[in-house]
């Protein structure tokens, strides 16, 4: 194969007048009878190059073709550009053409298509400037998340996505099943004998892969998962997806607060890598769709987090005499509403809040002496509210056995989790950090559904 030469390094180049091979798909083309200017990307960077092609070097049936969406290679020579808005430019002296897109047909002919529109055409929205900057920010995200962690000596535990325990919690399951569903095998009481299902139990999609992170964390000190998860919740938001990737490190001898500490420098870990090496992508999605992004992200890392308990964020929000679409109550889940409130109107700043209601969190959350809250930790960011929930969790085999019995969960689902705490138990905490509510925040994007290549949400698996 001919050397290809990426356009990000192109347009870097500190040589010209050299010969240059690229590949790419045509973002529009100029022109007229004597010179045409077709303007090329390869996904590199967010910056076309030009290529500059003289009518009459090339088969009129060839130019013809060259539209918006082709896909051509070119070989030609970089100069330095004569025209406004690139440093460079390549005259072409061959082009090849790989795929036409016949402009009657193609999609993305025009520019300007809505969101909503290019989410009907997840195959193709790729190939716009907001889905290539959106999926370059990711990836450098998922990047920066494996070498924060490497570099803080965790180790990366594949956790299991099919699962038998529905333990957790964390919200409906979808089930994994190989029975024939018009005719499945019951027993004689009629209900379903899944005992001749694949596993020989009832299995689901994972929800969290934090139970089996503890179990990691109790040899190998420091470890994480970064996997996919799934919830069959139908909660049609723009912050709620079926099918999500969750970040959870679970590190062993940490109370809440060396858990805060770790949430706090992570979080701004990955914010700076954004803002240091996707600087073009961010720029544009500015531009696009929220002037006010790079701002929001200097925010994150300018500030302290606050920390501050749940009761203390209650009684805040009772007296800010504010009309909340739902009631604030203590006892009651707060509603990203009131995160948003107590993060963007009263602190100004990131919060964590601590010490929730046991009722309304997980049962592993190590038990306040007040016998009213639980050592959990959630991290509130603007515009997103919750972006990560955590907790110390209860590490004495006592306290946790009661509260699996008072909140009726299935013991014999748990015999392995509760095993940790009979041998060799530590105190240890974690936390879960959705990775589209990141992508969501430091994109700037408004909906969850335009920040993972192919959205999986209630009515839709399309793509
Ligand atoms: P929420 O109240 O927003 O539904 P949760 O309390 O159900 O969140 P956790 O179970 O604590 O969330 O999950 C940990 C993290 O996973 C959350 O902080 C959030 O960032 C993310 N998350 C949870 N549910 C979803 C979802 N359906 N789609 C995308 N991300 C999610
Ligand atoms: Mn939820």
């Given at each position: 194969m001919k050397e290809r030469n990426k356009i990000?390094?192109?347009?870097?180049?500190?040589?010209?007048?050299?010969?240059?091979?690229?590949?790419?798909?045509?973002?529009?083309?100029?022109?007229?009878?004597?010179?045409?200017?077709?303007?090329?990307?390869?996904?590199?960077?967010?910056?076309?190059?030009?290529?500059?092609?003289?009518?009459?070097?090339?088969?009129?049936?060839?130019?013809?073709?060259?539209?918006?969406?082709?896909?051509?290679?070119?070989?030609?020579?970089?100069?330095?550009?004569?025209?406004?808005?690139?440093?460079?430019?390549?005259?072409?002296?061959?082009?090849?053409?790989?795929?036409?897109?016949?402009?009657?047909?193609?999609?993305l002919q025009k520019k300007g298509h809505s969101l909503e529109f290019l989410r009907e055409i997840a195959h193709l929205r790729f190939r716009t400037n907001t889905f290539g900057a959106v999926f370059r920010i990711r990836h450098a995200l998922a990047y920066a998340i494996h070498k924060y962690f490497d570099e803080h000596g965790f180790v990366y535990l594949h956790t299991p996505i099919i699962t038998g325990s529905d333990a957790e919690g964390a919200g409906e399951m979808f089930r994994v099943t190989t029975l024939d569903v018009n005719n499945p095998p019951r027993k004689d009481d009629g209900t379903i004998d899944f005992h001749e299902d694949f596993f020989g139990k009832e299995t689901k999609l994972t929800v969290s892969g934090q139970l089996e992170a503890e179990l990691g964390a109790m040899s190998l000190s420091e470890v994480y998962t970064f996997g996919p998860t799934f919830r069959a919740e139908n909660s049609n938001t723009p912050r709620h997806l079926a099918e999500f990737w969750m970040i959870e490190p679970e590190m062993a001898f940490y109370d809440i607060h060396d858990n805060m500490d770790l949430a706090e420098d992570f979080v701004k870990y990955l914010v700076r890598y954004a803002l240091e090496n996707n600087a073009d992508d961010l720029a544009f999605l500015q531009k696009m769709y929220d002037e006010d992004l790079i701002d929001r992200l200097r925010f994150i890392l300018e500030n302290t987090f606050v920390r501050a308990t749940y009761t203390e964020a209650v009684t805040i929000l009772e007296k800010s005499g504010q009309k909340f679409e739902f009631p604030v109550q203590w006892g009651a889940d707060l509603q990203a509403e009131h995160e948003r409130y107590l993060v963007e109107k009263h602190y100004k700043k990131p919060v964590i809040l601590t010490d929730y209601p046991k009722n309304i969190k997980a049962f592993y959350m190590k038990q306040n002496d007040d016998g009213k809250t639980v050592r959990a930790m959630d991290v509130l960011f603007p515009r997103i509210g919750e972006i990560i929930g955590g907790s110390q969790r209860e590490e004495d085999y006592q306290k946790l056995n009661v509260r699996?019995?008072?909140?009726?969960?299935?013991?014999?689902?748990?015999?392995w989790y509760l095993e940790t705490r009979k041998f060799g138990t530590a105190p240890h905490s974690g936390f879960g950090l959705g990775f589209e509510r990141l992508v969501l925040f430091v994109t700037g994007m408004a909906n969850i559904r335009d920040v993972i290549p192919f959205p999986r949400t209630p009515k839709n698996a399309e793509f």
């Open positions: 990000k390094d192109l347009l870097q180049a500190t040589q010209v007048d050299v010969d240059v091979h690229i590949k790419g798909w045509v973002r529009t083309k100029r022109g007229n009878k004597n010179i045409a200017f077709i303007n090329i990307n390869d996904g590199s960077t967010i910056k076309n190059i030009q290529v500059v092609a003289e009518m009459a070097s090339f088969d009129e049936s060839l130019m013809k073709k060259i539209t918006t969406g082709a896909c051509v290679a070119v070989t030609g020579r970089l100069v330095e550009s004569l025209g406004k808005g690139q440093t460079v430019e390549i005259q072409a002296h061959k082009i090849e053409l790989y795929g036409e897109a016949d402009p009657e047909k193609y999609p699996i019995k008072e909140l009726n969960l299935p013991e014999k689902d748990l015999w």
